[in-house]
């Protein structure tokens, strides 16, 4: 699976952007679909993400103002980001899991998208 990830920009505080992934394969054979971030000089973090039957989860830092979906017949995944805060800056990265069942256990594969960046002005 190939991710490409846009939509990143320069915002104001209090603006809005939204984040779109295309995938190039089915992305309703993914098990989980998730957005992650990484600042400059920080770890990777995971912002938001999607199961296959459509549950979310988001990271306390975002809840409320960011919203994660998915559209399984254009096969891409979106983060509408509201209320940016100069901390949301960073590069944001899509990344799609598979979860396969194997005789020898449950084998995860995971795929990453090339990242896009985001930067909110105070």
Do not use: H
Request: charged letters at 15%; one cysteine or more; glycine letters at 10%.
């Amino acid at each position: 699976v190939q991710l490409q990830a846009s939509g990143g920009g320069l915002v104001q505080a209090g603006g809005s952007l939204r984040l779109s992934c295309a995938a190039s394969s089915d992305i309703g054979n993914m098990n989980v679909m998730a957005w992650y971030r990484q600042a400059p000089g920080n770890e990777r973090e995971l912002v938001a993400r999607i199961g296959s039957s459509r549950s979310t989860n988001y990271a306390d830092f975002v809840r409320g103002r960011f919203t994660i979906s998915k559209d399984n017949v254009k096969n891409t995944v979106s983060l509408q980001m509201n209320s940016l805060k100069p901390e949301d800056t960073a590069v944001y990265y899509c990344k799609a899991t598979r979860a396969v069942v194997t005789p020898i256990g449950i084998l995860k594969n995971d795929y990453w998208g090339q990242g896009t960046q985001v930067t909110v002005s105070s």
